[in-house]
T-cell receptor, first 118, second 113 residues
Framework: GAVVSQHPSWVICKSGTSVKIECRSLDFQATTMFWYRQFPKQSLMLMATSNEGSKATYEQGVEKDKFLINHASLTLSTLTVTSAHPEDSSFYIC??????????????FGDGTRLSIL | AQTVTQSQPEMSVQEAETVTLSCTYDTSESNYYLFWYKQPPSRQMILVIRQEAYKQQNATENRFSVNFQKAAKSFSLKISDSQLGDTAMYFCAFMKHAHDMRFGAGTRLTVKP
């Protein structure tokens, strides 16, 4: 089955540093990837839609300069949390859509990244 | 904008019994897709079942089935013969044609031995 690899699975860093999270589609190509944030005991909230070769589309209220998204290839999207602060601590999940099949098929999810900012 | 509502924050069921999780949504679209996802403590997102809005027949996957009422904009999940491994968060999700997914707040299901 389609596999999405997300790395790292857990990261702890100091306040003020930048953290990069990678989302890779291992056995398919993804024109579109999605980034979600999930706070404890809450739902997944879409942050942005990442499109290969073009700028990401951010949801209302999500700071594009704070959460930098790059989708430079058909198998890799990265989310960089710049100048991270404790309130950015959360669980970040990516998903990817297989470009070779019907775009209404379910997205494939990564296993998530737990980000803890001290 | 589409909204997805799960009105049951927590549910519990005895092992081998049946439980139904509710979900309602709001949309003006006619072409859309609905999903139920399971998120165990590992936090993986596992697709349980999906339903195309244009299909009248309710989807079924082994012990999991849905009751899709398009006019009422309702999409409930029935789990039959509940197993301990069904304990998880369950999210209802809505997807407009070729767009992103929107999730409900989730229902925490506990299956008791």
């Amino acid at each position: 089955g389609a596999v999405v690899s997300q790395h790292p699975s857990w990261v702890i860093c100091k306040s003020g540093t930048s953290v990069k999270i990678e989302c890779r589609s291992l056995d398919f190509q993804a024109t579109t990837m999605f980034w979600y944030r999930q706070f404890p005991k809450q739902s997944l909230m879409l942050m942005a839609t990442s499109n290969e070769g073009s700028k990401a589309t951010y949801e209302q209220g999500v700071e594009k300069d704070k959460f930098l998204i790059n989708h430079a290839s058909l198998t890799l999207s990265t989310l960089t949390v710049t100048s991270a602060h404790p309130e950015d601590s959360s669980f970040y999940i990516c998903s990817a859509r297989d470009r070779s099949i019907d775009s209404n098929q379910p997205q494939h999810f990564g296993d998530g990244t737990r980000l803890s900012i001290l | 904008a589409q909204t997805v509502t799960q009105s049951q924050p927590e549910m519990s069921v005895q092992e081998a019994e049946t439980v139904t999780l509710s979900c309602t949504y709001d949309t003006s679209e006619s072409n859309y897709y609905l999903f139920w996802y399971k998120q165990p403590p590992s936090r993986q997102m596992i697709l349980v079942i999906r339903q195309e809005a244009y299909k009248q027949q309710n989807a079924t996957e082994n012990r999991f089935s849905v009751n899709f009422q398009k006019a009422a904009k309702s999409f409930s999940l029935k789990i039959s013969d509940s197993q301990l491994g069904d304990t998880a968060m369950y999210f209802c999700a809505f997807m407009k044609h070729a767009h992103d997914m929107r999730f409900g707040a989730g229902t925490r299901l506990t299956v008791k031995p």
